[in-house]
């Protein structure tokens, strides 16, 4: 489920608290979270409904007027309406884990069973560390051109990369990623 960032924003701020799509099957459940810019945003319910029975509260607890709501899902004319009532919106637990440098050894030995996991399982060869340098040498540096510099298409490349950030590891930019102070710390100690 996107979510722009004004309506982001809002739902931070306590402003808006559902959200209305028209979805074949819905991409969020009931339970789960949901990855945003904002951090961890917690989805309480998800329920199918009928678009008439929605109400002016309901339409302005997600941020609109009943009008422009029925507009809005009405663009579209495949699957059904969903509500989705949201949560809190709690700090994304890889921020907290790229910050942590301060590595036990135990922490490598995780680290370093993980890449080479990542590594064993990828049809092309090791390629971690050589990620993990590349990012270093070059900070804030686009991916296609990252890419095209390992012979790579961008969507791979940026696939893998998302594997290291899902460690902690890396943290993306616009444009380019770095190397998080975990990373930095990773490579230091193993004198990658």
């Known amino acids: 489920m996107l979510l722009r960032r004004p309506v982001l924003d809002r739902i931070v701020a306590g402003e808006v608290d559902l959200v209305f799509r028209r979805w074949k099957r819905p991409t969020v459940k009931t339970g789960g979270t949901l990855r945003t810019p904002a951090g961890m945003l917690e989805i309480?319910?998800?329920?199918?409904?009928?678009?008439?029975?929605?109400?002016?509260?309901?339409?302005g607890r997600a941020g609109l007027d009943l009008a422009d709501l029925?507009?809005?899902?009405?663009?579209?004319?495949?699957?059904?309406?969903?509500?989705?009532?949201?949560?809190?919106?709690?700090?994304?637990p890889?921020?907290?884990l790229r910050e942590d440098a301060d590595l036990s050894a135990e922490d490598i030995v995780a680290l370093t069973g993980?890449?080479?996991?990542?590594?064993?399982?990828?049809?092309?060869?090791?390629w971690t560390r050589e990620f993990l340098r590349l990012l270093y040498d070059n900070p804030d540096v686009r991916a296609q051109d990252l890419a095209d510099r390992l012979g790579l298409d961008k969507t791979v490349f940026k696939n893998d990369v998302r594997k290291l950030?899902?460690?902690?590891?890396?943290?993306?930019?616009?444009?380019?990623y770095e190397v998080s102070p975990r990373g930095r710390?990773?490579?230091t100690m193993t004198g990658g």
């Open 44 to 59: 309480v319910e998800v329920r199918r409904v009928d678009a008439d029975s929605i109400t002016d509260d309901e339409a």
């Open 70 to 92: 029925l507009a809005f899902l009405n663009a579209k004319t495949e699957g059904y309406v969903y509500m989705v009532r949201l949560g809190s919106v709690r700090p994304d």
């Open 94 to 96: 890889r921020v907290a």
């Open 114 to 126: 993980r890449l080479d996991r990542l590594d064993r399982v990828s049809k092309r060869g090791p």
């Open 165 to 176: 950030k899902a460690l902690g590891l890396t943290i993306s930019h616009s444009p380019g």
């Open 185 to 187: 710390a990773y490579l």
